[in-house]
């Protein structure tokens, strides 16, 4: 079983660059979402989708798309690479809604984007 | 804006010793969620805490949720270097679909 699979593992872009963040899942899950990592800022959502073909945005969505045309994959595009988009990338997904008490999120082991 | 306090930022103590982290938060969370992360890979959920004044025990690791559903703490007995990564806590409020997340603790154990 292999949960949640994010490619690439790492990525240098230069800055208006374009590229696609992949992510998929095994797992049936219904909820899917996209988070940044930066030192001691924690976790912020980008974007994410309850369901197929239904997407929305979280705290930090600007500079990225998204969209969900089957339940596995739920790739996130970088449209013009910015140097404040380097961050560690993390998708995520779970049965319910967003990591509830029934739904915890599972995460994939992220990207390493570096935007120079 | 619904922030959650997590303290301390960084913690380095010696095997065998200790320790306690904090998340704290002016807001009421229907759940808050403990995460634990290694280096290069994703956070994985370690407990979930539903119930004001709930306490859950994990081997060598007790979570309790305060009374009021605002705030929670991690206590590790006798840490080992195995414990060493990243705790994140994260806090549910059932009318949002977005975790409130805490900025992390980095923890490092000594041998």
Same mark, same amino acid.
């Given at each position: ?47 994410? @989708?309850? /369901?197929? *073909?239904? !997407? ?6 600007? +500079? ?6 089957? &339940? ?21 997904? @779970?049965? /319910?809604? *967003?990591? !509830? ?6 995460? +994939? ?6 935007? &120079? | ?111």
């Amino acid at each position: 079983n292999a949960g949640v699979t994010q490619t690439p593992k790492f990525q240098v872009l230069k800055t208006g660059q374009s590229m696609t963040l992949q992510c998929a899942q095994d797992m049936n899950h219904e909820y899917m979402s996209w988070y940044r990592q930066d030192p001691g800022m924690g976790l912020r959502l980008i974007h994410y @989708s309850v /369901g197929a *073909g239904i !997407t929305d945005q979280g705290e930090v969505p600007n +500079g990225y798309n998204v969209s969900r045309s089957t &339940t596995e994959d739920f790739p996130l595009r970088l449209l013009s690479a910015a140097p404040s988009q380097t961050s560690v990338y993390f998708c995520a997904s @779970s049965y /319910g809604l *967003g990591g !509830t008490y029934n739904s915890p999120l599972h995460f +994939g082991n992220g990207t390493r984007l570096t935007v &120079t | 804006t619904q922030l959650l306090e997590q303290s301390p930022q960084f913690l380095s103590i010696q095997e065998g010793e200790n320790l306690t982290v904090y998340c704290n938060s002016s807001s009421v969370f229907s759940s808050l969620q403990w995460y634990r992360q290694e280096p290069g890979e994703g956070p994985v959920l370690l407990v979930t805490v539903v119930t004001g004044g709930e306490v859950k025990k994990l081997k060598r690791l007790t979570f309790q949720f305060g009374d009021a559903r605002k705030d929670s703490s991690l206590h590790i007995t006798a840490a080992q270097p195995g414990d060493t990564g990243l705790y994140l806590c994260a806090g549910a409020i059932d009318s949002n679909y977005q975790l409130i997340w805490g900025a992390g603790t980095k923890l490092i154990i000594k041998p």
